[in-house]
């Protein structure tokens, strides 16, 4: 009876205690997503960067600048003028014009001036007449003049060469104006492109925050619980800092911008054209066609199997003499002035002739021609499989923009109609931020389709080694009035 009694008892206290915990672990759970513990998740105004107090402010002295506005023609100018790549390609100019003078110089007449003393003692005649014979032999100047008539092609021969090797530094020079070009106008595309991120970072804060204060009047309702404003909160404080990233890429792309153009100190600016799409027609078989005939390294291609060449010839006549006049008239003898001489007359000068030396540099000349023909080769191979792959590209990123922008189209739809629901109480706040997310994304793929597409253009063009015609049109972007803008530009 007693143990009876006693398990009674048991069994009421434990009934008792499970029905405190579940009393206490439903308060729990009618409380959860109502409270926060400030402790563990601070709001994002607590968090947010703080001056420091001080009681003298800072003043920022100097004048007020003016931001101004810069195009692709306004950097492309700024490249060609100030970019060190173009000035040292232009010295090489300048220093290969020397060469060619220096080669002509040889059909031009040597002077050369003389003065000196002299004591000779001849041991010959010393020794047959038994005594020391000294002479004092005294110059007080002689002045020879010599010209060289004919060397049988030999400085014509150097004259070629040094005139071909200008050639190619002009054609080099091209090439380096080609690839500053490409590298401004994809840096260029890439800083429009980060200007463009940085309007839908904005954007999105702007939404964040409209999704915020929604979420918040909810809560205040009694409708929603603080879980969804908590959802809010991070979703801003996540929109803001991608704003922030958004504005550092811009100063990022700002710096490469200068330094392609020559400019690493230039001021803050802004970009006067937005990132548009700008079609080009042009087939594959054309691009090639175009390459031929402007593609800096097809033309230096052939200079260099030329002057290869002309470097055969110029070892061949390693054999061939000199035809020169000379003159030289002294004043001089046992005094300064004593006496005066002169002579004059025309030579014919054979080199001296090591036969193997001369048979091994022709051997080597005739080497390295059949390299150049072969390099030659090979570059155009290259040539005609970068503009293949250049051209694919274009069509590959040209295919991609109406795509992007119909996902655009799509992912606004589809946001507009979850924030609608989410308005009057319909939707959740996990459906509308993956709608917002999508939504983001959708914004960002389409203006890097255009960056890449616009990017894949620069790259063709390089590779053609001209510019193509202009003809921008900008897309119609969704709620918005239809724009189109129609130019062309020969270039």
Not at 127 to 154: E, R
């Amino acid at each position: 009876m007693n143990k009876l009694k006693f398990l009674t008892v048991l069994v009421l206290i434990l009934l008792l205690f499970n029905q405190t915990a579940e009393a206490a672990l439903f308060g729990k759970s009618q409380a959860l997503g109502n409270e926060i513990q400030k402790e563990e998740y601070p709001d994002s105004i607590d968090v947010e960067p703080k001056l420091e107090e001080s009681s003298e402010k800072v003043v920022i002295k100097g004048g007020v600048q003016e931001t101004m506005d810069v195009s692709l023609e306004d950097c492309l100018r700024y490249a060609l003028g100030n970019n060190p790549r173009i000035q040292a390609a232009m010295q090489d100019i300048f220093a290969s014009d020397a060469r060619i003078k220096q080669a002509w110089s040889a059909y031009f007449p040597q002077f050369s001036w003389q003065t000196g003393y002299t004591k000779i003692k001849q041991l010959q005649l010393s020794d047959a007449l038994g005594q020391n014979l000294i002479f004092n032999y005294y110059v007080l100047g002689q002045i020879t003049a010599s010209q060289m008539l004919y060397d049988f092609g030999v400085t014509q021969n150097q004259v070629t060469i040094q005139k071909l090797a200008n050639k190619g530094y002009k054609i080099a020079l091209t090439g380096t104006v080609n690839d500053i070009v490409c590298e401004v106008k994809k840096a260029y595309y890439n800083l429009q492109y980060a200007f463009e991120a940085k309007k839908v970072a904005e954007e999105m804060v702007q939404r964040y925050e409209a999704f915020y204060n929604q979420a918040k009047a909810f809560y205040m309702a009694g409708t929603s619980p603080k879980v969804d404003v908590t959802i809010a909160e991070v979703n801003l404080s996540n929109a803001k800092l991608m704003l922030i990233q958004a504005e550092n890429a811009i100063e990022i792309a700002m710096a490469k911008l200068n330094n392609t153009m020559g400019l690493p100190y230039a001021n803050r600016y802004n970009i006067s054209e937005n990132l548009k799409y700008n079609p080009c027609n042009i087939t594959l078989d054309e691009a090639i066609g175009v390459a031929r005939e402007s593609r800096p390294e097809f033309q230096l291609a052939e200079v260099k199997v030329e002057e290869a060449r002309q470097n055969v010839k110029l070892v061949k006549k390693s054999y061939f003499p000199k035809l020169t006049v000379e003159g030289q008239y002294q004043v001089g003898g046992k005094t300064f002035v004593s006496n005066y001489g002169y002579n004059y007359g025309g030579y014919l000068n054979f080199p001296t002739v090591n036969g193997m030396l001369i048979r091994n540099q022709i051997k080597e000349a005739k080497a390295f021609y059949s390299k150049e023909q072969a390099t030659a080769i090979n570059t155009k191979n290259n040539i005609y499989y970068e503009i293949q792959q250049a051209f694919f590209n274009l069509v590959e990123r040209k295919s991609s923009i109406p795509v992007a922008f119909l996902g655009l189209k799509q992912a606004k739809e589809n946001y507009e109609l979850s924030y609608g629901r989410y308005k009057v109480g319909v939707g959740n706040p996990v459906e509308l931020k993956e709608a917002q997310v999508q939504y983001q994304d959708a914004m960002l793929k389409y203006y890097n389709s255009l960056y890449q597409f616009n990017a894949a253009r620069a790259e063709l063009e390089k590779y053609i080694g001209k510019n193509l015609s202009n003809d921008e049109v900008e897309l119609e972007m969704p709620d918005s009035k239809k724009k189109k803008r129609g130019s062309k530009k020969n270039s």
